[in-house]
């Protein structure tokens, strides 16, 4: 199974692509996660992708495409996956398409979590993040048991640099311009599929669910 998740920021793609994957025994990949990991651990890569993420810009095609065909080297790649955030511009479906059909392979389904923009500022600042394990909650709507630490490693939670309102508005605009338009483009491939992402997380994922069955 090899899905894409598509929506704004923080329309609840990670949350529902974490379920996806573990229903389905397959990785789910965060180029954003993937980003952070590297920021954190001063690499190279990180140091470049960072200016773009504080500003809330894209990091640029060529750097995100080689850091995710190196991720689709690693073997548990082979039985498919879950893709959060990436694609994000056409250019990257593109490459995306061909590197699947250059191994005679194609995408079976993207899943448009669909939210409206005024419901995003408030899901983005209530969110909250475990940087040890990628965990992902919110202090109204997914509340951990203990305030500030993560349910599932006891790691302290942190709000992402890049969740303030004005950079979130940013994100947003940059989503509609640069984002939205692979709606289109996998409705003309056939196998987009839209979920109402303002419903609660269990009943996201059902509708997710009786889509992939
Ligand atoms: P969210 O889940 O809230 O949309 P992400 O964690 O997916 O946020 O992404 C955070 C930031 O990382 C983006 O604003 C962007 O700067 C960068 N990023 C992540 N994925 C990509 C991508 N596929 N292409 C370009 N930039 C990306
Ligand atoms: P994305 O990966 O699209 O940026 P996240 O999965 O990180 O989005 O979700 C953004 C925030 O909204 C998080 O704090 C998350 O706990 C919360 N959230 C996710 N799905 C829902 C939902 N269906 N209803 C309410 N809050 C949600
Ligand atoms: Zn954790």
Do not use: W
Not at 84 to 103: C, H, N, V, Y
Not at 121 to 140: E, L, N, Q, Y
């Amino acid at each position: 199974m090899k899905i894409v998740m598509l929506g704004a920021p923080g329309a609840g793609k990670g949350t529902q692509a974490k379920k996806i994957a573990a229903e389905y025994n397959i990785p789910h990949i965060s180029t954003g996660d993937i980003f952070r990991a590297n920021i954190k651990n001063g690499t190279e890569l990180g140091k470049r992708a960072k200016a773009y993420m504080d500003e809330g810009k894209l990091v640029p095609d060529s750097l995100t495409l080689e850091l995710i065909m190196d991720r689709f080297a690693e073997p548990d790649c082979a039985s498919g996956y879950v893709l959060d955030g990436f694609p994000r511009t056409i250019a990257q479906a593109e490459a995306l398409a061909k590197s699947l059909a250059d191994k005679g392979d194609k995408l079976d389904f993207a899943i448009d979590v669909d939210v409206p923009d005024e419901k995003i500022v408030t899901r983005m600042s209530g969110r909250r993040a475990c940087a040890a394990c990628g965990g992902t909650f919110h202090i109204k709507y997914n509340p951990t048991k203990v305030e500030g630490i993560c349910d599932l490693c006891g790691g302290e939670l942190m709000i992402r640099d890049d969740d303030k309102p004005e950079t979130v508005q940013k994100r947003l605009s940059v989503y509609h311009e640069q984002t939205q338009p692979l709606i289109d483009f996998y409705n003309n491939a056939g196998i987009l599929m839209t979920v109402d992402g303002t419903q609660d997380v269990d009943v996201v994922f059902n509708s997710i669910m009786q889509i992939l069955k």
